[in-house]
């Protein structure tokens, strides 16, 4: 039995030390890949704006009578890159703004409390300042959709026209569970680190439209800003602002809704599609399409189906 026990704590002690050689290696290795990528990133699309004594980045591209303002999902580590297969296809026609809020994409991480009126304020100012006008047809994706709305019936002269990327509304959230904690998580923080998410972040996290170069820019920026105190902060804030919203009068715009099926939202189609119907009901400018895919692959999936009918939209209702 003592033999046994003796070889048992050996090869306790081997595997114990074969892992921390492996952390070491890989600790080394992370500091080594951000110094590079610190360089890499330079090439991040974009142009950093000071809004109050921070920088958020703001990437524009094309010219067009018509302004399309992307708004993120949560938790985006690079807005930039996400909607670059839909802005690809649109930046000839209109001009194609992609707001990178703060703790998303390049821009700083603050840890203040994000509450969504300053936020949309902080996007509106960020626009000013790089001289883009107002009015602007909103393209919010996801949770982002709280933020579209909430500008809307902030600054109803500013929006001419709604563009829902799956966008969630504020029933959306009224059974999900949100977290009530601020902050960073500690494993985040850990696995920050010591470089151990890299292990997650290869290739194949990230779908073939995307080239090389794109991948290494978005991987860079996982390994730098996921699940930063932002996201957290943001999360929290939710309830008021879907109180916010209810409490006003619905935007009447012309809206173009694409709903997917839901996958990965933890709803099925007809849960997750009902809060979109529940919401426009009494709205009467709504156009709806169904697309056949997952919440998180609507826009490398069908881009090109997004541009038709966004094409489509903006020339018969705008």
Known sequence: MKKVLKITGKILLCIAVLLIAFLLILFVYHRIMLNKEDKLLENYPGKLTEIDG?????????????????????????????FKPLYSKLNGTYKTVVIEKFGYGMSDVVDTKRDYEVMVDECREALRQEGIEAPYILCPYSKSGL???????????????????????????????????????????????????????TDSVYPDIYSQEDKALMRALDCRKFGNIVFSNEMITIPDACKNINSRKKPEIPMLL????????????????????????????????????GHSEIIYQEHEQLSAKINEFIEGSI
């Not at 921070?54 to 930039?80: K, R």
């Not at 529940?278 to 709205?283: L, M, P, T, V």
């Open 54 to 82: 921070q920088n958020m980045n703001i990437y524009t591209e094309g010219e067009g009578e018509h302004t399309l303002v992307f708004l993120a999902p949560a938790g985006d580590t690079s807005p930039a890159m996400t």
């Open 147 to 201: 933020d579209a709305l909430t500008w809307i019936q902030n600054y109803p002269d500013e929006v001419e026209a709604l563009i829902s990327i799956d966008m969630a509304f504020p029933e959306s959230y009224d059974n999900y569970d949100i977290p009530q904690g601020s902050g960073e998580s500690p494993i985040i923080s850990f696995l920050k680190g010591s470089g151990i998410i890299r292990l997650f972040v």
């Open 258 to 293: 694409f709903l997917t099926s839901g996958e990965g939202t933890g709803m099925d189609a007809d849960t997750w599609r009902g809060f979109a119907y529940s919401y426009i009901n009494d709205i009467s400018d709504v156009t709806c399409t169904e697309l056949d895919c």
